[in-house]
């Protein structure tokens, strides 16, 4: 299991930013993939998730309205829409999934910082 983060950076308060995760080593389409973001001094935390097919998404409640979490099953990545981005949404942002058993698994991360 591989998956790459990609499309971080550095970003203005109310910009807006896209991320990718590219995912390869297994059956990308059968699996329920997440983001979640990790900020300096706090622990890593969930952001959003998305079902096998696409049809069901879930926001924690910090992002909700403004970000949106999507999948592209032909070519192996989900993303990550990020709008009106605030300060607080700093974080190294990861890919991760568990395949539906107990395992976790992770990217390397894509860092965003939102800072005038």
């Known amino acids: 299991v591989q998956l790459v983060e990609s499309g971080g950076g550095a970003v203005q308060p109310g910009g807006s930013l896209r991320l990718s995760c590219a995912a390869s080593g297994f059956t990308f389409s059968s699996y329920e993939m997440r983001w979640y973001r990790q900020a300096p001094g706090k622990e890593r935390e969930w952001v959003a998730l998305i079902r096998s097919a696409g049809s069901i998404t879930k926001y924690a409640d910090s992002v909700k309205g403004r970000f949106t979490i999507s999948r592209d099953n032909a070519r192996n990545t989900v993303y990550l829409q990020m709008n009106s981005l605030k300060p607080e949404d700093t974080a190294v942002y990861y890919c991760?999934?568990?395949?539906?058993?107990?395992?976790?698994?992770w990217g390397q991360g894509t860092q965003v910082t939102v800072s005038s």
């Open positions: 991760n999934t568990d395949l539906s058993g107990p395992r976790q698994y």
